[in-house]
Structure formats: structure tokens, C-alpha cells
């Protein structure tokens, strides 16, 4: 591979950070230990930081030797609400949090670019590293967006990555195009009538309707979107009563959708809405639904898709690869993405555990690698 010199170089420090920040992980717009780590570090090596946009966001500045374009670095920086099973010696040390996802390597990527591109100042123009809080289905992208993050910080395009596990390492990846699905998280409340189990008669049965809504709401896909057009509707809760011999007033089942364009989005929400609301009512009970836009589709512009694997091929040669299909899994950098052109890249971290499995942890062999492939792109990209 041919990394950048300065970066592979500081290796074990890098690993130091992402250690660090694995082991104190913070959930979405609670990352203020590791916002005041960011600004720091950043400001150690002479970048010029700002502070509190999306809430605990964090956005340094470097500029260059002379006039050129604006390119921005994303990472996230938040953790999972959810318990660490690795056992490891940095393990989270903040119990029903956990760096399930990467973050604190993708953050600890940014951070080693941003290093050497405070230090080396070999590009032209402005290089803008945005540390964004709440990836993980709260909306940090959208916020830091309204708190005008692009009219502050004006960028020409923009890049970030994300490590991928079962990937060879180092592979880096990217789907022209439509890249990353939308997500939609629902939540369907019935509420009907309750009584003593023995007495069923006496009842409004909410629980038989959530039932039936559930497995209806599978029919939307196979009977209602064009086979040859993907969505998936998935029941991921069903909550309902606290005693045997209880049936409850409610019950509410609860899931995600995924799609990649917005007819199909609006089919899915749509047809959701009436079968829910018609399956209740014919149980005598009522069904109320929200459906929360959480994700855009996400889109890589073609120009900076293509630019990113030059530099990518540079890098890591072979194992530069262009994705064929575009993955169902949803990121809120497509938030970003649909404001200025860019590219999100995938880096293989090679076997092990999955992301958002409680075994999982970020393999620190790939934080040279991605941060080599940012801090190259803003070289390349500012000078374009």
C-alpha cells in the first residue's frame, strides 16, 4: 500500500486515541467528552476550531499555501445504546454504551488527516473537518445542516468513510449513484379494550390486531411494489401487556422500512397507514401510526465518485473496487450529500465481528489507510 509517510508513521498514536475514545463512548448529542478530545487534539496542531454546531459538532479549518477549492472531511463521533461483550482491556467503560458501529475509528481517521494536513499545509485552498454527532437514527447531519453548517463553512464537495467488516483489508469501495437506502422508523399504536384473560368477550383485543397488522404489513411488499423495485418492511417490536391473565387497552408494534426512491417510500407509507388503520377498525379498535423520516437516499455524484477511487487506486491498487449494488443499510451523511457534490467510501477492516453486534470493535490496522485516503483526496480534490 502506499500510505502517506506521516500518517502510517503515527500509527500507534492514532491507535492510542481510538482506544481512548472507545473506551468513553457517548450516544448522540451527548458527546461532549469526545467533542472536547476533538477540539483539543485539533487545536494542539494548529487548526482552527469551531464548536457547537449540531450541539456537540466540532468543525476545523485548516487552509492551504495558496487559493484553491474547499473540500470537507465528515466523521461521526457517537456511540450505540447498547452493551459491549468484547472483554478486550479498552472495553466501554460507560455501561449500555458501546462503539458498536466505528465511529471511534472514523473519528480517529478524520483526526489523523487532519494532523497531517495541519502540519504539511501541501494543498491549496481550505480542507473543512466536520466531526458530526448523532449518526445512529437522531438526525446530527440534518441539525449541524440548520445550524448552517455549509453557509458557515462553505465546502465544493465532500467526502467521508466508513469501515466495513468482512471486507478484505484495506479494500476501499464505493457505489456510483444511488448508494444507501432511506430509512423510515414507524411506530403503530392500537388500542382497543382490555379485560380478564378468562373473559375475552368483554374485550377490544388490541394484541390480535397488532397480530394481524404485523403480517399484513408484509404484503406490501409482495403485493403492492413493483417486484423489480426494492423495499423492505421490517417488524423489529411487538410490546404488549404485563400480565398473563391481563389482555391490555394497547399494543404497539414498531420497525423500520427501507427504500430508494421516493415513489416507493411514499407507496410503502401510504399502504402502511390504510391497512393499519383498516385491520384495527375491523377488530373495533383504532390504530394510530407514525412514520419519522430518518435517512435520505444516500447518492454518490459521479465526478467525485470517480476522483475518489483515483485516489483510492493510488493508494491500495487492486484493492481499490467499484460496488455493483447498492446496499440497503442507511447513513446520514446523505444529508449532507444531497446539499454538495461527494463520495462515501467504503474501507474493508477484514474478519470479525459485524457492526452492531456487542462483540464487535474497530480494527486499528485500518485507521492509516483511511486516514491516508481522506488527507490524499483533500490534497487532490483542493487542487482540482
Known amino acids: 500500500m502506499n500510505l502517506v509517510p506521516e500518517i502510517a508513521g503515527c500509527?500507534?498514536?492514532?491507535?492510542?486515541?481510538?482506544?481512548?475514545?472507545?473506551?468513553?463512548?457517548?450516544?448522540?448529542?451527548?458527546?461532549?467528552?469526545?467533542?472536547?478530545?476533538?477540539?483539543?487534539?485539533?487545536?494542539?496542531?494548529?487548526?482552527?476550531?469551531?464548536?457547537?454546531?449540531?450541539?456537540?459538532?466540532?468543525?476545523?479549518?485548516?487552509?492551504?499555501?495558496?487559493?484553491?477549492?474547499?473540500?470537507g472531511l465528515r466523521a461521526d463521533m457517537d456511540a450505540l445504546p447498547m452493551t459491549e461483550a468484547t472483554g478486550l482491556p479498552h472495553a466501554s467503560r460507560n455501561p449500555g454504551v458501546f462503539h458498536g458501529c466505528g465511529h471511534d475509528g472514523h473519528t480517529t481517521m478524520l483526526l489523523g488527516a487532519g494532523r497531517y494536513l495541519a502540519q504539511t499545509r501541501r494543498f491549496p485552498g481550505e480542507v473543512v473537518l466536520i466531526f458530526q454527532p448523532a449518526e445512529?437514527?437522531?438526525?446530527?447531519?440534518?441539525?449541524?445542516?440548520?445550524?448552517?453548517?455549509?453557509?458557515?463553512?462553505?465546502?465544493?464537495?465532500?467526502?467521508?468513510?466508513?469501515?466495513?467488516?468482512?471486507?478484505?483489508?484495506?479494500?476501499?469501495?464505493?457505489?456510483?449513484?444511488?448508494?444507501?437506502?432511506?430509512?423510515?422508523?414507524?411506530?403503530?399504536?392500537?388500542?382497543?379494550?382490555?379485560?380478564?384473560?378468562?373473559?375475552?368477550?368483554?374485550?377490544?383485543?388490541?394484541?390480535?390486531?397488532?397480530?394481524?397488522?404485523?403480517?399484513?404489513?408484509?404484503?406490501?411488499?409482495?403485493?403492492?411494489?413493483?417486484?423489480?423495485?426494492?423495499?423492505?418492511?421490517?417488524?423489529?417490536?411487538?410490546?404488549?401487556?404485563?400480565?398473563?391473565?391481563?389482555?391490555?387497552?394497547?399494543?404497539?408494534?414498531?420497525?423500520?422500512?427501507r427504500t430508494f426512491d421516493e415513489d416507493v417510500r411514499a407507496l410503502v407509507r401510504s399502504r402502511m397507514t390504510a391497512l393499519a388503520q383498516a385491520i384495527a377498525s375491523g377488530f373495533g379498535a383504532k390504530a394510530d401510526i407514525d412514520i419519522r423520516d430518518c435517512f435520505s437516499v444516500l447518492r454518490n455524484s459521479d465526478a467525485q465518485a470517480e476522483a475518489a477511487m483515483a485516489v483510492a487506486r493510488d493508494l491500495?491498487?487492486?484493492?481499490?473496487?467499484?460496488?455493483g449494488e447498492p446496499k440497503c443499510g442507511s447513513e446520514d451523511f446523505a444529508d449532507m450529500l444531497a446539499v454538495v457534490p461527494g463520495a462515501y467510501l467504503l474501507v474493508g477492516q477484514g474478519d470479525g465481528a459485524n457492526l452492531h453486534s456487542p462483540r464487535y470493535d474497530f480494527n486499528d490496522d485500518v485507521t492509516p489507510i483511511g486516514a491516508s485516503l481522506l488527507a490524499r483526496i483533500a490534497e487532490h480534490r483542493t487542487a482540482a
Open 11 to 71: 500509527s500507534a498514536d492514532l491507535a492510542g486515541i481510538r482506544r481512548d475514545l472507545h473506551a468513553h463512548p457517548e450516544i448522540g448529542f451527548e458527546e461532549r467528552r469526545t467533542s472536547d478530545l476533538v477540539a483539543r487534539l485539533l487545536t494542539g496542531w494548529g487548526v482552527e476550531v469551531h464548536r457547537g454546531l449540531g450541539t456537540t459538532g466540532v468543525v476545523g479549518v485548516i487552509r492551504g499555501n495558496r487559493p484553491g477549492r474547499r473540500v
Open 136 to 257: 445512529e437514527g437522531l438526525g446530527g447531519a440534518r441539525r449541524m445542516l440548520a445550524d448552517g453548517l455549509f453557509d458557515r463553512f462553505p465546502c465544493d464537495e465532500i467526502y467521508a468513510i466508513h469501515n466495513w467488516p468482512g471486507a478484505p483489508l484495506g479494500r476501499v469501495s464505493l457505489k456510483p449513484g444511488v448508494a444507501m437506502a432511506a430509512s423510515d422508523s414507524f411506530d403503530i399504536v392500537v388500542t382497543g379494550k382490555g379485560s380478564h384473560g378468562a373473559q375475552p368477550h368483554l374485550a377490544t383485543d388490541p394484541v390480535m390486531a397488532a397480530v394481524s397488522i404485523a403480517q399484513a404489513l408484509q404484503t406490501i411488499v409482495s403485493r403492492n411494489v413493483d417486484p423489480l423495485r426494492t423495499a423492505i418492511v421490517s417488524v423489529t417490536q411487538v410490546h404488549a401487556g404485563s400480565a398473563y391473565n391481563v389482555i391490555p387497552d394497547t399494543a404497539r408494534i414498531g420497525g423500520t422500512i
Open 316 to 323: 491500495v491498487g487492486p484493492l481499490a473496487e467499484l460496488d
